[in-house]
């Protein structure tokens, strides 16, 4: 599924959008260039991208320091194809019972304020779940 343009609109949602949907909209972007468009939100966003988050995308060449912590809103929801959850409420719960799209709820630990250690298992384990959706739905 795409729309008029061409490209799938994956939108990638968590709390406060500082940390998991933030380096999860970065491996889209990366990976999925010409072929999707991605944006991530925050169901309570902090408004700030954590500067850990910033750091660990950085470590492997993605550069995420120009994103912004963004409020979740039904314009966004309407604009995808493609909406991902990555440990906050299922997918299920905000969309309208008219979504067409596709959803899908991964269960990620938050890596934020915790080791080093941490956040980068966690970017690991975004960057597969990334590839692979991206692999499934273009």
Do not use: Y
């Not at 490209?7 to 909209?25: D, H, P, W, Y």
């Amino acid at each position: 599924m795409s729309t008029g343009d061409g490209l799938l609109k994956i939108l990638f949602v968590c709390v406060g959008n500082t940390c998991r949907s933030q380096m999860a909209e970065g491996f889209a972007k990366e990976f999925g260039a010409g072929r999707i468009e991605a944006r991530s939100a925050g169901t309570s966003a902090a408004g700030v991208v954590n500067r850990s988050t910033i750091d660990a995308m950085g470590e492997i060449g993605i550069d995420i320091s120009g994103h912004t912590s963004d409020q979740l809103t039904s314009e966004m929801i309407g604009w995808a194809d493609v909406i991902v959850t990555l440990g906050c409420s299922p997918a299920a719960s905000f969309c309208p019972p008219d979504f067409e799209g596709r959803m899908f709820d991964w269960k990620i630990d938050d890596p934020l304020g915790r080791p080093r250690e941490v956040m980068q298992r966690v970017r690991q384990d975004i960057e597969d779940r990334v590839k692979e959706l991206i692999g499934e739905q273009v």
